[in-house]
């Protein structure tokens, strides 16, 4: 079963899902042991099959680091918090953290757009 490891330690993804944004972007970083890697990859695919099903969902995508890293990052964009909370806090998507290797740690975490003149809109 994964484990879960706060990407900030001073507000994690539990606290998060209090807030009201809209819409917000999931960065989940994943640890696995290299040789358990093809089955994370696997229970990523379920789950992401699963929450595309759900309200509010609009995409994903998964990214595995280069060289020898066993490091992973997903990042998928929902309408708001509330969406992403309700699927989160699912009970089939709780169940289903069994599938992912015992070495598994995830850090995800909620994100919001910043505007920054001449480079990012909000």
């Known amino acids: 079963m994964i484990s879960f490891k706060p990407l900030d330690e001073t507000c994690p993804i539990h606290q998060q899902l209090d807030e009201t944004a809209s819409p917000v972007v999931l960065v989940n970083v994943f640890t696995v042991a290299p040789e358990e890697a093809d089955q994370l990859i696997k229970a990523w695919e379920n789950d992401a099959n699963w929450m595309k099903q759900q309200p509010g969902y609009i995409s994903t995508q998964l990214h595995r680091a280069i060289g020898q890293s066993s490091v992973f990052m997903n990042y998928a964009?929902?309408?708001?918090?509330?969406?992403?909370?309700?699927a989160f806090n699912h009970p089939d998507f709780k169940a289903a953290m069994g599938a992912y290797p015992s070495s598994s740690v995830a850090s995800p975490h909620l994100f919001e757009k910043v505007a920054v003149t001449n480079l990012c809109t909000k």
């Open 77 to 86: 964009t929902w309408d708001s918090v509330e969406d992403f909370k309700n």
